[in-house]
């Protein structure tokens, strides 16, 4: 690719994915910022769950608007939306004066989550070059981990009162003491990278195949010839987007999902995919680390914490795996490694815990979390937002991230209960037989899309090919 068209794709790839940077610090900050929320505002438990939970219940009813959305205002204008929302929703969450202002601030934050991990992907995959597309949709992923890390740290940088004796002491040199401030602080901490992608997306050009479409073909012609390496690339690719969307007319959504069998096929992997992100228990370990920690025997707050940092930072640092060998080793064969690794880690993470080798459990954690990042983390966003037909993709990919991001909630909600019904092993080994489940399913039904144009995906699939091969 010439030099300059490859530098304006990563930008433009770079400024989308900051989406995700948003999303992490999101997933990372409430779980530590609730103790501080309830005492400063003298709110009741109740109303608390309602603050953490505002978040996904917007975060799910975003992804599920974002289908009509994207198609309606295009890709590029649903990503200024949702860089709005989260501006807005930010500063709410700083400012709020009681619980009920929080909540709000709390759902408008959510909206735009749901919004962005919704286009920010699909966007991506429409943008980039076949030849990097799966590194450029793992940029998201990076900044998503990032974004956890980075909320991680601020956590422990508020929680200097809970810490005791010695560490203590250390602690209250550096860190801040206001609970009132602290909390603020975490919430509002995305004013700054939501108004520098709010200020980024502005300058992304819209996704051709959106344009072509929605029949603005020159423009699309004058996009890809800014993001492609000559022109008969561009030319070409515009030519193939064309042809695929007259050769393939008909409904498109919900309609399309009734009348094509195959389409159906796209959509349930989907949502299976994503659903099976979820039961492999990443968000526990996201969720609950600090006190997974101490439930493997490191008791103070200053272990919990400094071992919260150590699972973010292994977390974005495995990312990189995928950045690098996700186009050469293709997506297939990541995955299943992957959730071949997670399983046996999530069985270490059992046993050890049960037969109480602390040190042990802690490693399997850290192992579990680097098979994480360097396959399911990445590869089901990639996967989900190339394997849909271009005018199926809005309604596929909406069932795909809404499964994302319910079963994140059902899986957060039911760790405690689970918990407390089958004891901390078992339930560690309930989430080791769903990576097993996975890695059958993978095989079964996962088509491998590495180097592929989204166009000959959707030829393949619509005229019957077998999902497992429709990337041959
Ligand atoms: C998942 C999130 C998870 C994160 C961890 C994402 O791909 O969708 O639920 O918290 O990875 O890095």
Known sequence: MANNNSKTVFLVCFMAALAGLLFGIDIGVIAQAKDFIKQDLGVSDSVISWVVGSMMGGATAGALVSGKLTKKLGRKISLIISASCFVLG??????AWNG???IIARIIVGISIGIASFTAPLYLSEVA???IRGTMITMYQLLITIGILTSFVVNTLIRNNTFTGAEGQIAANFLIADISLSWRAMLGITVIPSLIFLAGVFFLPKSPRWLISVGKT??????????????DEAASEAQEIINTVSAHTGNSGLAMFREKPNFRKTVFLG???QLMQQMCGINIIMYFGPELIKAAGYTSEFAANVGTIAIGLTNVLATFIAIAYIDK???KPILIAGYSIMAAAMTGVAAF???NYSMAAIISVLVFIIAFAFSAGPVVWVLCSEIQPLKGRDFGITCSTGANW????????????LLSLLGADLTMLLYAACSILAIFLIIMYVPETKGVSLEHLENNLMNGVKLRDIGK
Not at 90 to 95: K, N, R
Not at 218 to 231: D, F, G, M, T, Y
């Open 90 to 95: 930010a500063l709410g969450c700083a400012l």
């Open 218 to 231: 020159e423009e699309a012609k004058n996009v890809l010839l800014k993001i492609r390496s000559s022109a």
């Open 406 to 417: 319910l079963s994140n909630m059902a899986i957060a909600a039911t760790f405690l209960p």
């Open 271 to 273: 949502i299976t995919l």
């Open 329 to 331: 080793w293709g997506r």
């Open 100 to 102: 009920t202002i929080l």
């Open 353 to 355: 815990m049960h037969f």
């Open 129 to 131: 070059p076949k030849s």
